[in-house]
């Protein structure tokens, strides 16, 4: 009994351990991915007003563009609300409420101690009913008005033998074996329906953590997501700034007709169309999937925007 309660208690603590464990991590590593969708949101509005309006500006008045992805399309600046969108997606974790284990030892005892009493008062009542007794039932009885009662079950138990004493001893031991064998009973089977309880409740809560662990790698995955996505976004604005500065200089300098630049203006022209295309598409595709998934086409932009960044403009400066 005291073991299937130890086990049941290390079960429920090991249960809670778990859960708040897994509670923790999630908690944690969501607040760093709010703090990095935050910050990556920011950067990516300030691209918009910024960066990319300024490239509009002076690129939508050269005329004659006639290279390869001259033409820009006017997207919508309505952008994905990622915190939002990526909460909607995420599976609900219904709460696994872990209780405290109760041994009913207290209960138990009080049970067993009531029964007891009981049938000795019974006992005593049946002793003074065969006795033709009366006494007065707003005083205790005294040891003198209690002896012949004795006697009675005394002589009950070993009849023209028996004494005061073994009828002491039957009057007070038969309801405490029985009272004590009803609260060990009680106490027994309590214990056996916790340790099947804890046991249920470790299983349901190992499950539950499976799920919480999948949970919280969706969120970390995006968490460190959104940091890259930061980093490259961060190294385009640099390129595209710089680069709507060159174009500003070049139609100052060589007019607004495509067809009278120098063919490294042209290069430049191009290289500015293609880092524009590249930050516009980076921004305006969906992160997550409706199934709360990183979106495949979001990743393939990042690596194209690596991959440009790392060749074709690095190449550019040099």
């Known amino acids: 009994m005291i073991k299937n309660n130890k086990e ?16 923790s991590d999630i908690a944690q590593n969501d607040n760093r991915v709010c703090e990095n969708i935050s910050k990556y949101a920011n950067l990516r509005d300030d691209v918009l007003e910024k960066s990319l309006k300024r490239f509009d500006t002076t690129y939508l008045n050269i005329q004659n563009c006639t290279f390869k992805g001259a033409d820009i399309t006017q997207l919508d600046d309505e952008m994905e609300d990622i915190k939002v969108h990526f909460e909607e997606k995420l599976p609900e974790i219904s709460s696994l409420e872990i209780s405290k284990i109760n041994t009913a030892l207290a209960s138990s005892i009080f049970i067993g101690v009531f029964t007891a009493l009981a049938i000795i008062a019974i006992l005593l009542f049946l002793g003074m009913q065969a006795m033709n007794l009366t006494m007065n039932p707003n005083q ?13 079950y005394g002589d009950l138990i070993l009849p023209n033998r028996g004494d005061m004493l073994e009828g002491l001893v ?36 190992k499950i539950q ?59 430049k022209i191009e290289t500015a169309a293609l880092l524009y295309k590249t930050t516009r598409s980076l921004m305006n595709t969906d992160i997550i999937t409706d199934e709360g998934d990183l979106n495949a086409q979001s990743r393939m932009n990042l690596e194209t925007a690596i991959t440009r960044l790392d060749e074709r403009f690095n190449d550019d400066q040099r």
């Not at 205790?140 to 009675?152: A, K, N, R, S, V």
Request: charged share 20%; glycine share 2%.
């Open 8 to 23: 049941a208690k290390s079960l429920v603590d090991a249960s809670q351990k778990m859960l708040d464990e897994a509670n």
């Open 140 to 152: 205790l009885p005294t040891c003198e008005q209690l002896e012949p009662i004795f006697q009675f």
């Open 170 to 205: 039957f009057i007070t031991l038969i309801p405490t074996l029985i009272g004590l064998f009803i609260a060990l009973t009680r106490y027994h089977r309590r214990s056996a329906v916790n340790l099947n309880t804890a046991q249920s409740l470790f299983e349901a809560a």
């Open 209 to 267: 953590h499976v799920e919480k662990m999948a949970q919280n790698q969706k969120i970390m995955t995006l968490c460190q997501y959104t940091q890259k996505l930061d980093e490259v976004l961060r190294t385009l604005q640099v390129y595209l700034d710089e680069y709507n500065a060159i174009m500003r200089r070049i139609v100052h300098i060589e007019g607004e007709d495509f067809g009278n630049y120098s063919i490294p203006s042209r290069q």
